[in-house]
T-cell receptor
Framework: KAGVTQTPRYLIKTRGQQVTLSCSPI?????VSWYQQTPGQGLQFLFE???????NKGNFPGRFSGRQFSNSRSEMNVSTLELGDSALYLC?????????????FGPGTRLTVL | AQSVTQLDSQVPVFEEAPVELRCNYS??????LFWYVQYPNQGLQLLLK??????LVKGINGFEAEFNKSQTSFHLRKPSVHISDTAEYFC??????????????FGRGTQLTVWP
């Protein structure tokens, strides 16, 4: 079974631009979560989606948003990019047959903001 | 408040030596515990997990961990490491607070370096 896939793997943007990152979960998984990883702050939770609904949100400004589609694929968007948004963005999916559940991570998208 | 602490940011060891990577958490609710490994320029790979049952859990690549509720710890161990185990290791916790159960809290990571 294919793992979690994220596209693109690398992105370079400039301040003020916006960006959209995509995540395809493991087949059959219904929940998708997003995390930001930086050297300074470590791994921080962004949001979680289940059945096209945001179920949980971390402490990030409104410039960070996301959505989930009916096929469980998810996108996250960052508007008005700042230098501090440079990070590895990780997507994780889980089956959601029972809670708690195990999250399986994708390879990440490396975003560099210049 | 809930928190996850990895006490060692870096652990250097020689090949074939045993290793223990420490993880402690703070919580007033039930917890579910995970260890992930991250190789350079890659995502997180699940090593092992504790959801319920036996407190000693075995994972991939010869790693094991023990959940100690009284000491609020979940230390990762391997009896004999290999150079290929060089990577960053993250302890992660789900705190059972209902609607936020899907949110993983991570420690700051431990860089394990195995020397020949």
């Amino acid at each position: 079974k294919a793992g979690v896939t994220q596209t693109p793997r690398y992105l370079i943007k400039t301040r003020g631009q916006q960006v959209t990152l995509s995540c395809s979960p493991i087949s059959g998984h219904r929940s998708v979560s997003w995390y930001q990883q930086t050297p300074g702050q470590g791994l921080q939770f962004l949001f979680e989606y289940f059945s096209e609904t945001q179920r949980n949100k971390g402490n990030f400004p409104g410039r960070f948003s996301g959505r989930q589609f009916s096929n469980s694929r998810s996108e996250m968007n960052v508007s008005t990019l700042e230098l501090g948004d440079s990070a590895l963005y990780l997507c994780a999916s889980s089956l959601e047959m029972d809670r708690p559940d195990t999250q399986y991570f994708g390879p990440g998208t490396r975003l560099t903001v210049l | 408040a809930q928190s996850v602490t990895q006490l060692d940011s870096q652990v250097p060891v020689f090949e074939e030596a045993p290793v223990e990577l420490r993880c402690n958490y703070s919580s007033s609710v039930s917890v579910y515990l995970f260890w992930y490994v991250q190789y350079p320029n890659q995502g997180l790979q699940l090593l092992l997990k504790y959801l319920s049952g036996s407190t000693l859990v075995k994972g991939i690549n010869g790693f094991e961990a023990e959940f100690n509720k009284s000491q609020t710890s979940f230390h990762l161990r391997k009896p004999s490491v290999h150079i290929s185990d060089t990577a960053e290791y993250f302890c992660a916790v789900l705190f059972d607070r209902g609607s936020t159960l899907g949110r993983l809290y991570f420690g700051r990571g431990t860089q394990l370096t195995v020397w020949p």
